[in-house]
């Protein structure tokens, strides 16, 4: 049993380029969630999945789309990656809203 | 809506003393709450967690939290510190009806030897 897993752990893009982050789980888990956490802020939440094919929106949403074509994976695409977005990325699936297990985190850095 | 504030972005104990990291949180609804710890380079664990049962709540590592509605409180405590106890702990709310969750700013717990 894997858990949660993240693919990659670390990425740098330049200002414009685009990237995917790629999020599986192997517990059979009907909800998904995509966090950012920066420094004095806490985790905020992106957006979220409660189950295969549907995705809805979080606190911080833009600039940030996502998908769920399989129950187990849970992609974060950035379109065209800004500074801004420099971050560590985790995400996190449960059976119930209320008892998320988290991956080990993508750092991105965007120059 | 809801929110969490967690008093003191860093705590420091010596090894052995009582740990206490302040949560409050605003609902308009009764809420879960839940304490997740964070070890370096790592996700967040599953702590404890309140969702209506009994107000005193036992978690792992010797960790509990009690929920006091009328203070709106739900304070993390530990008798004991050990030097492994030191990461960033995260106070949480989420509610019945929705499906999110809200973090806190997190607390740095140092044990000093």
């Known amino acids: 049993n894997a858990g949660v897993t993240q693919t990659p752990k670390f990425r740098v893009l330049k200002t414009g380029q685009s990237m995917t982050l790629l999020c599986a789980q192997d517990?059979?888990?009907?909800?998904m969630y995509w966090y950012r956490q920066d420094p004095g802020m806490g985790l905020r939440l992106i957006h979220y999945s409660v189950g295969e094919g549907t995705t809805a929106k979080g606190e911080v949403p833009d600039g940030y789309n996502v998908s769920r074509l399989k129950k187990q994976n849970f992609l974060l695409g950035l379109e065209s990656a800004a500074p801004s977005q420099t971050s560590v990325y985790f995400c996190a699936s449960s059976l119930t809203p209320w008892e998320q297990y988290f991956g080990p985190g993508t750092r991105l850095t965007v120059t | 809506a809801q929110s969490v504030t967690q008093l003191g972005s860093h705590v420091s104990v010596s090894e052995g003393a009582l740990v206490l990291l302040r949560c409050n949180y605003s609902s308009s609804v009764p809420p879960y709450l839940f304490w997740y710890v964070q070890y370096p380079n790592q996700g967040l664990q599953l702590l404890l967690k309140?969702?209506?049962?009994?107000?005193l709540v036992k978690g792992i590592n010797g960790f509990e939290a009690e929920f006091k509605k009328s203070e709106t409180s739900f304070h993390l405590t530990k008798p004991s510190a050990h030097m492994s106890d030191a990461a960033e702990y995260f106070c949480a709310v989420s509610v019945m009806t929705g499906n999110q969750f809200y973090f806190g700013t997190g607390t740095s717990l140092t044990v000093i030897p």
């Open positions: 517990m059979n888990h009907e909800y």
């Open positions: 309140y969702t209506s049962a009994a107000t």
